[in-house]
């Protein structure tokens, strides 16, 4: 069984696979608290649902793409085992995880958005680091930023790793703060080797939920 917070379908609206129709499992339960957190309910809501009543659901929606989302995916034990009935099913799955767990779990060909936290999220430090070798050409790290000392320090991040080189990197601002202009402009200063992400379902809806 897994506790899940909500299943919907939207636009996806992060990652290389924005703009795509995508259905999104949004499963309970999250190891960090983020300053910026924007689905603090997924911390605590939520009801049991086993594999087969996930999967029935999603199928409703006709999608070819679904992400496992969060809270953390990775804190319930059974979220591999929904991955794998996904692409069983044909489907191109997206797990997006907050990078402070183990990242082996999730069988290929799951694309792996591992975030890593940026100083003001209040948990710098909280990336994985054996995550690093366990990255591949098909996976995502994203960085949140919501200042020009987190842009540096992700950037510096990016190149000490030579992050660029194992996967997709992606900056994303944290759009209460840094206005999305602002992070372009720095990335085009440092020719910094990453890709621009905003939300665009924040852009479309706003803060609504479920969308």
């Known amino acids: 069984m897994l506790r899940v917070c909500e299943i919907f379908k939207s636009i996806q609206g992060e990652s290389t696979h924005a703009g795509?129709?995508?259905s999104f499992v949004r499963l309970t339960g999250c190891n960090l608290h983020c300053s910026y957190c924007d689905t603090v309910y997924a911390r605590t809501e939520g009801e049991e649902q086993s594999v087969e009543q996930i999967v029935?659901?999603?199928q409703t929606h006709r999608t070819k793409l679904v992400e496992i989302t969060g809270g953390e995916p990775l804190l319930q034990a059974e979220t591999p085992l929904l991955c794998r009935r996904f692409l069983d099913l044909g489907l191109t799955v997206l797990v997006e995880t907050n990078g402070s767990l183990d990242i082996s779990a999730v069988p290929p060909p799951v694309v792996r958005i591992v975030d890593v936290k940026c100083p003001s999220s209040g948990h710098a430090?909280?990336?994985l680091q054996k995550n690093i070798s366990l990255l591949a050409s098909l996976d995502e790290c994203k960085f949140v930023l919501s200042d020009k000392d987190d842009f540096f320090w992700a950037l510096d991040v990016v190149r000490k790793e030579n992050l660029h080189e194992i996967a997709t990197v992606i900056f994303s601002p944290n759009m209460k703060l840094l206005p999305p202009k602002d992070l372009v402009e720095w990335i085009l200063e440092e020719n910094a080797p990453v890709?621009?992400?905003?939300?665009l379902h924040k852009i479309i809806w706003g803060d609504l939920r479920g969308v």
């Open 20 to 22: 795509k129709v995508c």
């Open 56 to 58: 029935r659901e999603v």
């Open 125 to 127: 430090g909280s990336f």
């Open 195 to 199: 890709r621009l992400g905003v939300q």
